[in-house]
């Protein structure tokens, strides 16, 4: 088996496609008899004449034409993965798999992906989005996600975060309700029956239960639901109000009015990733946090 130095490869190709030395020579920038050199040690090394010598012209035989045709395509190839992994590794190209909670699908998610698309189109994102808090964060330590948005929340060893923003939370009233022309007091709900977030796997159940009672009152809970759709339309359906992320107010639904509260409460919305994922996450986070912060807001 022959291996082949790629310098002498495209050294005899830039002969062949200009048929002469010295213009070569300039092209690889090279002297002239070191380039000769080259050729002939490279046609000592795989025993066959490439060039025909015989006139003032460079010529190619019948093997060195064979071999140029088939050398452009090796060069062309191999420029390619170089190319592509230095892309790899400056995380422009590659696929990043990020999970995020059912909140931040309406404004920041869809925002992302475009975003992505744009300055990275070579990156591929594999999105799974409407988990909890708990599934991002089990999903990262298991390594089955690369990055993850959620709520803060217990976070495995090799997994680092980031505060994306501290999101305000808004009351979601049934179309007219009487404090939908707000700003809503809290503790005027206090009769209210709500529909919440599952208590035992939502960071935004523990929300809604430390507000209230912050407001003097604890909620009469009268459904829990996974999914922040299904949550927004219960409320429109009348069965109860809520308190959700501002970030919800993107979905609109009939029967649904977004009000903010009075006396203002927030929840942290954080950007989680694995220490040992892609290059590219850095990138995807940074821009995330860009996203979640326009400027002039």
Same mark, same amino acid.
């Given at each position: 088996? !022959?291996?082949?130095?790629?310098?002498?490869?495209?050294?005899?190709?830039?002969?062949?496609?200009?048929?002469?030395?010295?213009?070569?020579?300039?092209?690889?920038?090279?002297?002239?008899?070191?380039?000769?050199?080259?050729?002939?040690?490279?046609?000592?090394?795989?025993?066959?004449?490439?060039?025909?010598?015989?006139?003032?012209?460079?010529?190619?035989?019948?093997?060195?034409?064979?071999?140029?045709?088939?050398?452009?395509?090796?060069?062309?190839?191999?420029? %390619?993965?170089?190319?592509?992994?230095?892309?790899?590794?400056?995380?422009?190209?590659?696929?990043?798999?990020?999970?995020?909670?059912?909140?931040?699908? &309406?404004?920041?998610?869809?925002?992302?992906?475009?975003?992505?698309? %744009?300055? =990275?189109?070579?990156?591929?994102?594999?999105?799974?989005?409407?988990?909890?808090?708990?599934?991002?964060?089990?999903?990262?330590?298991?390594?089955?996600?690369?990055?993850?948005?959620?709520?803060? &929340? %217990?976070?495995?060893?090799?997994?680092?975060?980031?505060?994306?923003?501290?999101?305000?939370?808004?009351?979601?009233?049934?179309?007219?309700?009487?404090?939908?022309?707000?700003?809503?007091?809290?503790?005027?709900?206090?009769?209210?029956?709500?529909?919440?977030?599952?208590?035992?796997?939502?960071?935004?159940?523990?929300?809604?239960?430390?507000?209230?009672?912050?407001?003097?009152?604890?909620?009469?809970?009268? !459904?829990?639901?996974?999914?922040?759709?299904?949550?927004?339309?219960?409320?429109?359906?009348?069965?109860?109000?809520?308190?959700?992320?501002?970030?919800?107010?993107?979905?609109?639904?009939?029967?649904?009015?977004?009000?903010?509260?009075?006396?203002?409460?927030?929840?942290? =919305?954080?950007?989680?990733?694995?220490?040992?994922?892609?290059?590219?996450?850095?990138?995807?986070?940074?821009?995330?946090?860009?996203?979640?912060?326009?400027?002039? !807001?």
């Amino acid at each position: 088996m !022959t291996t082949l130095d790629l310098r002498k490869l495209r050294a005899f190709v830039y002969v062949a496609e200009e048929r002469h030395f010295g213009r070569a020579a300039e092209r690889l920038f090279v002297a002239q008899p070191a380039l000769s050199q080259t050729i002939k040690a490279l046609e000592a090394q795989i025993g066959v004449q490439l060039l025909d010598r015989s006139t003032r012209r460079v010529d190619l035989t019948p093997a060195g034409a064979r071999l140029l045709e088939r050398a452009h395509g090796i060069l062309d190839a191999i420029d %390619d993965a170089v190319a592509e992994a230095r892309r790899i590794d400056a995380g422009e190209q590659g696929s990043l798999r990020l999970g995020f909670i059912g909140s931040a699908s &309406f404004g920041l998610m869809p925002a992302l992906a475009r975003a992505v698309g %744009d300055a =990275l189109p070579l990156l591929q994102l594999d999105l799974t989005g409407d988990l909890l808090s708990p599934e991002v964060a089990a999903r990262l330590a298991d390594g089955s996600l690369d990055v993850g948005v959620l709520r803060p &929340f %217990d976070l495995a060893p090799g997994v680092s975060s980031r505060v994306l923003r501290s999101e305000p939370l808004v009351a979601a009233l049934p179309t007219g309700h009487p404090a939908a022309s707000g700003p809503v007091v809290l503790g005027d709900l206090a009769d209210e029956p709500f529909i919440s977030y599952q208590a035992r796997a939502s960071a935004m159940a523990s929300a809604l239960v430390a507000a209230c009672r912050a407001a003097g009152f604890t909620p009469m809970i009268r !459904t829990e639901v996974r999914e922040t759709a299904t949550l927004v339309a219960f409320v429109a359906s009348g069965q109860g109000v809520a308190l959700v992320p501002q970030g919800v107010a993107h979905l609109q639904i009939p029967g649904v009015e977004y009000v903010p509260l009075a006396d203002e409460v927030t929840i942290d =919305l954080i950007a989680a990733w694995r220490t040992d994922a892609p290059a590219t996450v850095e990138r995807v986070v940074d821009r995330l946090v860009e996203l979640a912060n326009p400027a002039g !807001t």
